[in-house]
């Protein structure tokens, strides 16, 4: 299957399954999902204090929400799939964080903000989405203060031979179905599972955010290296 990351249909992709998208997201990672979302916010309470935040690539919000631990002075987050941000929204909401945290529209690959604008850019799971990941990463690069900070929480590759052949097989198989039957849509979750298995990731994705101009760039493996948190900053 040739992966199609033009955003003309990777945005009408995404409204498809928006609907079952945070069901199927904790489902098929058995929840753990949210573990390393907590672990990501925990970095940056780490490094920032009372930090401007923008979550590239949102969706449906569940990392911009997970930032208000952070005690940010604001969130906000972007995405081009109107039908996530609407579900996002509802959530903000709902956790009366209306007043903390703003979802809008926009190409995650040409930020609509302006150079040195927040603290940290932050992404999950859509980094791989990009048409052009440098571009992506050098948006995020561009509209963080000097020191600011970039990271990237982001699919990986399994560390061991066993664990990696067991996670091809459930990445292979068992997502595209799991996700086909219930979302309606198996063909946005076999680009899913392609996009997941074809993407750069380890040192091949930390040369990627050197490339973007990021410096100090360092991972953390979550979960056997299921997935990994990049950080890398704005000198």
Known sequence: MQLNKDKEAVGPMFDSIARRYD?????LSFGIDKRWRRRAIEIISDVCKNPAILDVA?????????AAKADPRTVKGIDISEKMLELGRRKVMEK???D??????????????????????MVA??????SDPVKGLSEMRRIVRKGGLVLVLEFSKPDGSAFRSVFDFYFRNLLPSFGGFFSRNRKAYKY?????MDFADSED????????????VKQERLTRGVATI????KE
């Open 96 to 98: 009366g964080l209306s």
């Open 23 to 27: 069901f199927l997201n904790h489902l």
């Open 58 to 66: 949102t969706g449906t919000g569940d990392l911009a929400i997970a």
């Open 230 to 233: 990049y950080t890398g900053n």
């Open 100 to 121: 903390l945290i703003e979802l809008l529209k926009c190409d995650s690959e040409n930020i609509c903000f302006p150079d040195n604008t927040f603290d940290v850019a």
């Open 192 to 196: 899913l599972q392609k996009s997941v």
């Open 125 to 130: 799971f859509g980094v791989r989405n990009f």
């Open 205 to 216: 994705f930390m040369q990627l955010m050197r490339t973007a101009g990021l410096t100090r």
